[in-house]
């Protein structure tokens, strides 16, 4: 297997210790609510380690062996949609600019430069200016979502060619982009 097949193959035991390590705990802890080993627990660890996920936040003696207490180094994570594999295409190369891939792989090159641009605007002293509008709707059937689409689109480019100047002196170019997804059912919770 590529190094590359084995790396997606962990991607979901290593999102799945992300999510209970909001409090601190063992290898052992972790393997035992996760019903698998404590050395595959202890493996993928050391690797969230490594890359900055996970933090020590004490080390214990338990009998002849150091328990390691270790928890996430953050709340949250943003994810580059170049690490899941299939799921981050150039949107240059995408043929079907209706398909998911593409519209993840505009939103990951959006969310790529975003946090490049905030992280040099904090280092400059500096605000980023930005806008964003989310709206929910609801369609009748692909009938009236592909409308939508139409005329979303052509005001769009009439906005666009009213308020695009190629040639302002000290102007600065800003990106736009608009996606649309059927919007995510909240999870239902198991009872317990």
Known sequence: MSKEGSAAKARPMRARILERLATPTTAAALARELETSRQKVGYHLKELEQQ?????VEERRK??????LVKASSRAYLVSAEA?????????????????????????????????????????????PTFSLQADVRFA?????????????DA???????????????????????????AAAPEKESPE
């Open 52 to 56: 900055g996920l996970v933090e020590l």
């Open 141 to 153: 059937n692909a009938k009236a979502r592909h409308a939508f689409a139409e005329e979303l689109a």
């Open 63 to 68: 009998g002849n062996v150091v328990e390691r």
């Open 156 to 182: 769009v480019a009439r906005l666009v060619a009213r308020h695009h100047d190629e040639r302002a002196e000290g102007g600065r170019h800003y990106r736009l982009f608009l996606g649309v997804h059927p």
């Open 84 to 128: 899941l594999a299939s799921l981050g295409p150039d949107p240059a190369a995408a043929v079907d600019r209706f398909s998911s891939a593409y519209l993840i792989a505009v939103a990951a090159r959006s969310v790529r430069e975003v946090a490049t641009l905030r992280e040099r605007a904090q280092k400059a002293g500096k605000t980023l």
